[in-house]
Structure formats: structure tokens, C-alpha cells
């Protein structure tokens, strides 16, 4: 496979536990919607090629969204300008 991208966020370096404070709870909400929020706003919504990623065999690879089961998405390589074989 291939890394296109190795995390979704800074981690959390609160290691207390859950303290009932709601001002924390807060504080992750708005986190998680910032970081949606800019995910959001750099996704790609179309098969795009890669520039100067090939396979073994020398030809271009594209990346487009690739659902997933339960509703999630990520990214999908691919080796055709349809995205439609997964390499």
C-alpha cells in the first residue's frame, strides 16, 4: 500500500481521564469540528493524478475518495485516470 497520510489530528496530551468537565468537552467538540472543518475544505472531490508517484511498472497513480463501510471515507489509490482500479 501507500501513505498518503499518517494521522487526523494533533493527540490529545490530556492523560486525566474524564473529569465530568464540560468546558473540556467543549473544547474536543470544537477540535473535532476545526479539524472537519479544514479536512473539509482540502478534500479532494475528483480522480486527481499524483505528481511523481508511479507504480513498479512506471505508470502514474491517481487518488480519489474511497468509501468505506458505516459511512466512512479515505483516500483510494489508484492506477487508472477513472479511479476505478485500485492499485
Same mark, same amino acid.
Given at each position: 500500500g501507500y501513505c498518503l497520510w499518517d494521522g487526523d489530528k494533533e493527540n490529545d496530551s490530556n492523560d486525566s481521564g474524564d473529569s465530568g468537565d464540560s468546558q473540556d468537552e467543549d473544547d474536543e467538540s470544537s477540535s473535532n469540528y476545526n479539524f472537519m472543518q479544514n479536512l473539509q475544505g482540502n478534500w479532494l472531490y475528483a480522480c486527481t493524478q +499524483? %505528481? %511523481?508517484y508511479y507504480d513498479e511498472n512506471g505508470n502514474? +497513480?491517481?487518488v480519489d475518495t474511497k468509501p468505506q463501510a458505516d459511512g466512512e471515507m479515505t483516500y483510494g489509490v489508484y492506477t487508472d485516470a477513472y479511479c476505478l482500479t485500485e492499485s
Open positions: +499524483l %505528481d %511523481d502514474a +497513480l491517481y
